[in-house]
């Protein structure tokens, strides 16, 4: 049981480039999430998915698109990255997003650097 | 606007208990979190709130203020391994996590 898994772990970009960030769970989760963490802020939610074929934008989506076409995956898209998107990108996953103790579990993050 | 404030950095000795705050306001509420998050690796679930008082698992207690906005997560008998960020979130009326900026805690010998 890999839990949830991310791909790249890390990246350097040039300003202009396009990258896609893969993140992947084998818990069978209905609900997952990309995040953002910089310094200093706490983590910000770009967008999120509450089933296949299914996406919502979080507090931060401009610059970022996501698909979800398989349960399991749930792909963060940069179609032209800016040095603002410099930053540790955590992927997270959940069975529901509803209340109760409904835990969200994490990808090791993926580090991009963009010049 | 929501937001959520807890200590930039705690210092603590081994073996000691320390308190970490976190203070929020938020739209709406429906539980708060505590993570912990050690450097470089992704934030694991500590403990769970939504009724108010204190929950307790082994060294790690949290405890819950719903009408002072208020949580504080306690750790006892420090290990050297407790040395990370420590991160609240509430969950708000959207059931969204809201997340403060965390809390790293170093400890000392």
């Known amino acids: 049981n890999a839990g949830v898994t991310q791909t790249p772990k890390f990246r350097v970009l040039k300003t202009g480039q396009s990258m896609t960030l893969l993140c992947a769970q084998d818990m069978n989760h209905e609900y997952m999430y990309w995040y953002r963490q910089d310094p200093g802020m706490g983590l910000r939610l770009i967008h999120y998915?509450?089933?296949?074929?299914?996406?919502a934008k979080g507090e931060v989506p401009d610059g970022y698109n996501v698909s979800r076409l398989k349960k399991q995956n749930f792909l963060l898209g940069l179609e032209s990255a800016a040095p603002s998107q410099t930053s540790v990108y955590f992927c997270?996953?959940?069975?529901?997003?509803?209340?109760?103790?409904?835990?969200?579990?994490f990808g090791p993050g993926t580090r991009l650097l963009v010049l | 606007g929501q937001n959520i404030d807890q200590p930039t950095e705690m210092t603590a000795t081994e073996g000691a208990i320390v308190q970490i705050n976190c203070t929020y306001q938020t739209s709406g509420f429906n539980g708060l979190f505590w993570y912990q998050q050690h450097a470089g690796e992704a934030p694991t679930f500590l403990s769970y709130?939504?009724l108010d008082g204190l929950e307790e698992k082994g060294r790690f207690s949290s405890f819950l203020s719903r009408s002072k906005g208020y949580s504080y997560l306690l750790l006892k008998e420090l290990q050297m391994k407790d040395s990370a960020s420590y991160l609240c979130a509430v969950k708000d009326s959207n059931y969204q996590l809201i997340w403060g900026a965390g809390t790293k805690l170093i400890i000392k010998p």
């Open positions: 998915s509450v089933g296949e074929g299914t996406t």
């Open positions: 997270a996953s959940s069975s529901t997003g509803g209340s109760g103790e409904e835990t969200q579990y």
């Open positions: 709130n939504v």
